[in-house]
């Protein structure tokens, strides 16, 4: 590898602030889209951590709440109340295992998948109408945040939780 490929002190520094400009856009950014609301009635208003948590039960179909506590970083006992909330809106449905009836398993169900899928587009219209539908860098960036996502939740400090701004 030669000194081009490889970016010396000084790039690194040039770019601190630009990595933290990025940071504190994608915060500000998720803020707006959550301060529109929903056009359409059927779409289930979600506080932040209902939010985090049907996130992740809609990539992983089935999970226990110590996987979901640990996955979304909500303390066991906010995350109790939480799948108690998301159950009353029936987004949700737990059951015990067929394993072990102690052990308690959680999913979204059809409603919860399909609300989901709602507001990913509500959320999808109004980020593609305020970059006035420019799709011209999109794909690339999906797979560079995607990448970063992956690699913050891989090294997430253990006992951090979310339910902090």
Do not use: C
Request: aromatic share 4%; net charge negative.
């Amino acid at each position: 590898m030669t000194d081009v490929d490889t970016p010396g002190p000084t790039a690194q520094s040039e770019n601190r602030e630009a990595w933290a400009e990025l940071a504190d856009l994608a915060l500000r950014i998720a803020r707006e889209i959550q301060f529109r609301g929903y056009v359409d009635e059927r779409a289930v208003e979600l506080t932040s951590s209902e939010g985090v948590v049907m996130r992740f039960l809609n990539r992983e179909l089935d999970s226990t709440p110590t996987r979901i506590a640990a996955a979304t970083g909500l303390q066991p006992t906010n995350l109790s109340a939480v799948l108690r909330r998301l159950e009353k809106k029936h987004l949700i449905e737990r059951r015990a295992s067929s394993r072990d009836r102690r052990e308690v398993h959680v999913r979204a169900t059809d409603h919860g998948k399909d609300n989901y899928r709602l507001v990913r587009h509500e959320w999808g219209s109004s980020v593609a109408e305020a970059a006035d539908h420019d799709a011209t860098d999109l794909a690339p960036a999906l797979r560079h945040l995607a990448r970063v996502e992956a690699v913050l939740e891989a090294s997430r400090p253990a006992g951090a939780h979310s339910d902090r701004s």
